[in-house]
């Protein structure tokens, strides 16, 4: 039983492992790369959405960059509907992460980061007010989103608590990201540059907000 355990555990890591391969073997890893994605999107037409979608998920549950898919998005499809597209991208792709996590590694992941530091003042953290908690990590954009998504998985928290938080918390930073997308877009063919300025400005703001959030580390 136990070699049957082990067996399953490292096939798991080494399907994760011959996914992220394919990924960077294959066309797939121009995903990562904002001038062709944003090419291929803008050729696809009413596909657009669905394929950013799907790869935005994609690149958040193999723990990948999705910096550039949030700036992309605001590239493509503007301002407004930008931030509806990467929101529920990247929540969607929280949730992927995290259930991967904790229904498929969480023995594996347990060994190797179940004393890490972080993890003991998260779960101090989840006895008092568990939806703050995801909140208030979410809420800055230069925070380590995949490794948020990862170590959470660890923990107790409750998969509803955690969408919900999540869904909230992404938006200041998906805002930000969309509108230095869009901005910078509009900057580039030689207009007013004034809301790039506004938008870098808002992002730092919004980077240096975890300060706000200091007592719930205490």
Not at 43 to 55: E, S
Not at 94 to 113: E, N, P, S
């Amino acid at each position: 039983m136990r070699l049957k355990k082990q067996f399953r555990k490292n096939f798991q890591i080494l399907l994760l492992l011959g996914v992220i391969f394919l990924f960077f073997a294959t066309p797939l890893r121009n995903l990562l790369n904002q001038e062709i994605l944003s090419s291929w999107l803008q050729r696809l037409g009413i596909w657009a959405v669905p394929l950013f979608i799907f790869t935005y998920v994609l690149v958040t549950v193999l723990g990948l960059p999705i910096t550039i898919h949030t700036l992309t998005g605001g590239v493509v499809f503007g301002l407004g509907w930008g931030i509806v597209w990467s929101t529920l991208a990247a929540t969607l792709g929280a949730v992927g992460a995290f259930c991967l996590t904790r229904y498929l590694f969480l023995d594996w992941a347990m060994a190797k980061f179940g004393q890490h530091k972080l993890l003991r003042k998260w779960h101090q953290a989840l006895d008092r007010n568990p939806f703050f908690l995801v909140l208030s990590l979410r809420f800055a954009p230069i925070a380590p989103f995949n490794m948020i998504n990862f170590l959470l998985a660890l923990t107790p928290i409750d998969l509803k608590i955690y969408t919900l938080a999540t869904l909230i918390g992404v938006i200041p930073g998906t805002i930000a990201y969309t509108w230095l997308g869009t901005s910078g877009k509009t900057a580039l063919q030689g207009s007013d540059a004034s809301s790039f300025i506004l938008a870098s400005v808002f992002l730092v703001l919004l980077s240096v907000s975890p300060l706000l959030f200091k007592r719930l580390w205490k």
